[in-house]
């Protein structure tokens, strides 16, 4: 079952942020919620129809990697953080599983030694303005951050 969680007010240098939890359980049916609650988002600061596309796509390789890769066959869940400030969009893709080598081939979303099927990473760093991979916070599974700065 899919978890959603909004806390309003977090202050951000006297700017409210606008933050959204959304948990699903680690399989493909279920992205689609993702991309859902980022075009609810965008009604709370509008974003423009191609900005909010390529989000969408990078959103999509960021989930998609935790699904298809993070568990294998067993359950488990992906955690996505959306925070929206009044200049940037953060969203943030959180697993417990397996993890990956950001320094591997493909890992690092460089082309020029991209494995077959790593593109995403590579999608994600041409839309986004900041990207950062690792662990989770408690040293397991994987986490991708990215940022998107926000037309005034």
Known sequence: MAAI???EGVNDSAAAIREVRLTI???PEYITLCRLALTGISRLRPLGDETLADLK????????????????DADGSVDIRYELHADRLVIEVA???AGFDPAAPGGDGRV????EGGLGIAI?????DDVEIGTGEDGRGSRLRFVKVLDA
Do not use: F, Q
Not at 58 to 67: D, F, G, I, K, Q
């Open 124 to 128: 994600i760093r041409s839309i986004a």
């Open 112 to 115: 020029d030694e991209l494995a």
């Open 25 to 27: 359980p680690a399989k």
């Open 5 to 7: 969680g909004l806390d």
């Open 57 to 72: 796509l990078a959103l999509t390789e960021a989930c998609s990697n935790s699904v298809r890769h993070a568990y294998g």
């Open 95 to 97: 697993d417990n599983g």
